[in-house]
């Protein structure tokens, strides 16, 4: 991967710096980008990977909003990683179901290339474990634990790249620590040249760390350039979304916008009954015009409830009956048989999405509500964050969750789904 020439962005056509064609990547991966509907990048991206020192090796942090296109920096830096340097790239992500997705679509990214991907989540890793992938796609723990190994053998030399998706994890009171246990690490090996967790007498032969580029990419933080500055690394921080989004607050039947301006007041002649917030109505609008409806619920529970009274009033017309017969007959496949609760909504053309549900059952809605065959879906906070569901239109059922206001972060997080 190399910048097109000349390096100045400014002086050259963007549609050229802008094709993927143009960045020297095997034909193939290009094929694959095509094939998902990436021919080119954005000009963000373009400009954020153009930064001095990027794209030999420096450290990178940078923000973009949901649906921006953040990874493709990542993936572009991990390729290069893999297939010049020789090097090994770890991916940490917060959740494991989007560690399990990345790890599918990286798969059909770079395999036709040989460009080993695996996934390290739980109790599941690759036969072979690290030496057996180029790019390991891990949870944090998983992604720590794998930097453990690496310092605890001295083979901290084989690694090339560490990319940390949702950067702002970092602040997490509960997981947080591990990020920065990780990144220090990093940062104290590549600096010192002499691993950690070793003996003073295997330290004074130990060979000297190769430099590793770190790469954190996040919604918006506050802080953002101080932990830039703590990786030594370029900060690149943009808003651009390629979809605009509007966000409004719904108080009695008014919508306002986020300046609390009233927007318009809704039809309450159309309301069903037992909607007392407007829900069913709001979905109805969206649903009338071919869009797609997420809600987020802070409960599993809760999370059912709607589903379930969704689907009771039974409105919505324009649903593919036979599509969603074969969803149901998908989850009767599964090991575990078809949920009574899903049994009840998806053939009315609504789910849910919860921890609560197996992997299996999560993949298949999460299918069915990409090709349109679900058309609402309530679901908890953790489908916020990486799991590729666009919707038209977000609803937060409430402000709290977790019985606490929800954060800044979460509520970007939830409504950059909309899109």
């Given at each position: 991967l190399s910048s097109p020439s000349p390096r100045d962005f400014s002086s050259v056509e963007a549609p050229k710096v802008l094709a993927l064609l143009e960045w020297g990547l095997p034909n193939k991966v290009v094929e694959n980008y095509k094939k998902n509907g990436v021919?080119?990048?954005?000009?963000?991206?373009?400009?954020?990977?153009?930064?001095?020192?990027?794209?030999?090796?420096?450290?990178?942090?940078?923000?973009?909003?949901?649906?921006?296109?953040?990874?493709?920096?990542?993936?572009?830096?991990?390729?290069?990683?893999?297939?010049?340097?020789?090097?090994?790239?770890?991916?940490?992500?917060?959740?494991?179901?989007?560690?399990?997705?990345k790890c599918a679509y990286f798969q059909k990214l770079f395999e036709s290339v040989g460009v080993r991907?695996?996934?390290?989540?739980?109790?599941?890793?690759?036969?072979?474990?690290?030496?057996?992938?180029?790019?390991?796609?891990?949870?944090?723990?998983?992604?720590?634990?794998?930097v453990n190994r690496l310092l605890e053998e001295s083979q901290l030399e084989c690694l090339g790249l560490v990319v940390v998706d949702e950067f702002h994890m970092i602040g997490d009171p509960h997981r947080g620590y591990l990020l920065e246990l990780l990144l220090t690490k990093v940062l104290f090996s590549c600096s010192q040249g002499a691993p950690l967790l070793k003996g003073e007498?295997?330290?004074?032969?130990?060979?000297?760390?190769?430099?590793?580029?770190?790469?954190?990419?996040?919604?918006?933080?506050?802080?953002?350039?101080?932990?830039?500055?703590?990786?030594?690394?370029?900060?690149?921080?943009?808003?651009?979304?390629?979809?605009?989004?509007?966000?409004?607050?719904?108080?009695?039947?008014?919508?306002?916008?986020?300046?609390?301006?009233?927007?318009?007041?809704?039809?309450?002649?159309?309301?069903?009954?037992?909607?007392e917030d407007d829900i069913l109505l709001l979905c109805g609008e969206t649903v009338a015009q071919g869009h797609s409806v997420l809600i987020f619920c802070p409960t599993k529970n809760w999370c059912e409830k709607l589903a379930q009274a969704i689907a009771r009033v039974s409105f919505l017309d324009a649903i593919d009956r036979p599509g969603l017969a074969d969803v149901c007959e998908q989850l009767k496949r599964t090991h575990v048989g078809l949920d009574p609760a899903l049994g009840a909504t998806i053939p009315h053309g609504v789910a849910f999405h919860h921890a609560g549900l197996t992997m299996e059952e999560r993949e298949i809605v999460e299918s069915a509500f990409r090709q349109s065959l679900i058309k609402i879906l309530a679901a908890t906070s953790t489908l916020s964050s990486g799991v590729n569901l666009p919707a038209r239109l977000v609803m937060v059922r409430t402000p709290f969750f977790n019985r606490s206001l929800l954060d800044v972060l979460m509520y970007r997080q939830m409504v950059g789904r909309a899109g």
């Open positions: 021919a080119s990048m954005f000009e963000w991206q373009a400009e954020c990977l153009m930064l001095p020192g990027v794209l030999s090796g420096g450290n990178l942090v940078y923000s973009a909003p949901t649906s921006a296109g953040k990874t493709l920096v990542a993936e572009l830096l991990a390729l290069k990683c893999v297939l010049e340097l020789r090097k090994k790239a770890i991916f940490a992500l917060p959740f494991v179901s989007i560690a399990q997705e991907v695996g996934s390290f989540v739980g109790n599941q890793s690759p036969a072979g474990g690290l030496v057996a992938v180029d790019i390991a796609i891990c949870t944090i723990e998983k992604a720590n634990s794998l007498e295997e330290q004074a032969e130990t060979m000297k760390a190769a430099p590793i580029q770190l790469v954190g990419m996040s919604t918006t933080l506050p802080n953002l350039d101080t932990l830039a500055r703590w990786l030594g690394a370029q900060l690149f921080c943009t808003d651009f979304r390629p979809v605009p989004l509007t966000e409004m607050v719904k108080i009695g039947p008014t919508l306002y916008d986020t300046k609390l301006q009233k927007v318009r007041d809704l039809d309450t002649t159309k309301s069903l009954p037992g909607d």
